[in-house]
Every structure is written in structure tokens, then in C-alpha cells.
T-cell receptor, first 116, second 112 residues
Framework: NAGVTQTPKFRVLKTGQSMTLLCAQD?????MYWYRQDPGMGLRLIHY???????AKGEVPDGYNVSRLKKQNFLLGLESAAPSQTSVYFC???????????????FGAGSRLTVL | DAKTTQPPSMDCAEGRAANLPCNHS???????VYWYRQIHSQGPQYIIH???NNETNEMASLIITEDRKSSTLILPHATLRDTAVYYC?????????????FGQGTRLTINP
């Protein structure tokens, strides 16, 4: 099992450019999440999804859009990148249900984005 | 969700047990204690979780006090690879997406 795979791992953008980060999981998890992490700070939730075709806003959703067209994929888009979006982005997934295991998130290795 | 308090940093000698404390004095009866860690530049990694009984797995042990207001994560024989930021998170069991909140955690440094 590959777990959670993020692509690309690194990307440099110019202000105003657009791009999409792809997250893919092979664990048949219902829930998927996008977090960002800035230097010296904890992770902040951007958007999340409870299943195919559904998305919801997290703590810091502005400037980002997401889509979950397939259960195994969760895409994070930046329509017009800004320097404030320079960060490391982490995708995570978890299984569904009101069980203690539903809080066990599996994270990807991260995507480092720099906006100039 | 219950707030957690962790020391910002700790040091431990290689080969010794690393004991990481977490205070969660406002924890509710249906809230679990979860521990994750993040090794430099990597994604967070789940370690262990528990409700009220002590738990042990291949990575660590979790000791929760009888009143559940605090807990300790124990790495029994710390190695240099255990150097990481450790996050203590308290979350209830609810239906729907589990929006874990990662605070500042404890930066654990294992010294040779």
C-alpha cells in the first residue's frame, strides 16, 4: 500500500499563477483533508471532504478551492497564487465512522509550494 | 474540544525513556487522547490513542491518569530517529469528519 501520495512534492509559482495539488489514497478512506503548515506553526485545516462529491471549508479556506470527484482523490487548487500561500501542504485521509479509529489520520509526505 | 497544554521542548538521552506530558484538564467523558508526531519536513504520523485505560503498541505507551486530566506518552528506549515534534490532541467520537487541531506540540530532542 502506498498510503497517501501527494504530487507534486515541490513547486515554485509566480504571483497570479494557478496550480493544482493532487492527493491520492489507496486505503478506501471516506474522509480526506488538506492542511497547510507555515514555519514554526502548527497545521491549519484548509478544506476537507466527507465523501465523494462533497467538500467543506476548514479553518483557512480563502484563496483555495477543492474537488473530490473520485473517492480516492482530493484536489487542492490555487486560482491566483499569492506569496502568503507559500507553505508546506499536507493531505490526510481517515476512515469513516464514529469510532476512535476515525481520528487516526494518515498523512502524505507534503508538497512544498513557494510563490514569488 | 478540550484544550491541551504541552511543554514547548524537552531533551532526552539516547537509550533512555522519553516521557512527554500533556495536560487536558477540561476533557469530557467521550473524548479520546491522541498522540501524533512530526519528524522534520515529514507529514505527521499517528502514534497511539486511548480513552481511560493505559495503552501500549509497538511505538509507545500512553498513560492516562485516573481523573483523565493529564496523560504521558512514553517512548521506552528513545533513539535519534525519535527526534520530532509531538502533538497531544483530545477529540470526541462524533459522526462526520474529524477536524483535528494540531497545536504547537512538544519539540523532543534525543541527544547521543
Amino acid at each position: 500500500n502506498a498510503g497517501v501520495t501527494q504530487t507534486p512534492k515541490f513547486r515554485v509559482l509566480k504571483t497570479g499563477q494557478s496550480m493544482t495539488l493532487l492527493c491520492a489514497q489507496d486505503m478506501n478512506h471516506e474522509y480526506m483533508y488538506w492542511y497547510r503548515q507555515d514555519p514554526g506553526m502548527g497545521l491549519r485545516l484548509i478544506h476537507y471532504s466527507v465523501g465523494e462529491g462533497t467538500t467543506a471549508k476548514g479553518e483557512v479556506p480563502d484563496g483555495y478551492n477543492v474537488s473530490r470527484l473520485k473517492k480516492q482523490n482530493f484536489l487542492l487548487g490555487l486560482e491566483s497564487a499569492a506569496p502568503s500561500q507559500t507553505s508546506v501542504y499536507f493531505c490526510a485521509s481517515a476512515k469513516q465512522g464514529a469510532s476512535s479509529g476515525a481520528n487516526v489520520l494518515t498523512f502524505g509526505a507534503g508538497s512544498r509550494l513557494t510563490v514569488l | 474540544d478540550a484544550k491541551t497544554t504541552q511543554p514547548p521542548s524537552m531533551d532526552c538521552a539516547e537509550g533512555r525513556a522519553a516521557n512527554l506530558p500533556c495536560n487536558h484538564s477540561t476533557i469530557s467523558g467521550n473524548e479520546y487522547v491522541y498522540w501524533y508526531r512530526q519528524i522534520h519536513s515529514q507529514g505527521p504520523q499517528y502514534i497511539i490513542h486511548g480513552l481511560k485505560n493505559n495503552e501500549t503498541n509497538e511505538m509507545a505507551s500512553l498513560i492516562i491518569t485516573e481523573d483523565r486530566k493529564s496523560s504521558t506518552l512514553i517512548l521506552p528506549h528513545a533513539t535519534l530517529r525519535d527526534t520530532a515534534v509531538y502533538y497531544c490532541i483530545v477529540r470526541p467520537l462524533i459522526q462526520g469528519a474529524q477536524k483535528l487541531v494540531f497545536g504547537q506540540g512538544t519539540r523532543l530532542t534525543i541527544n547521543p
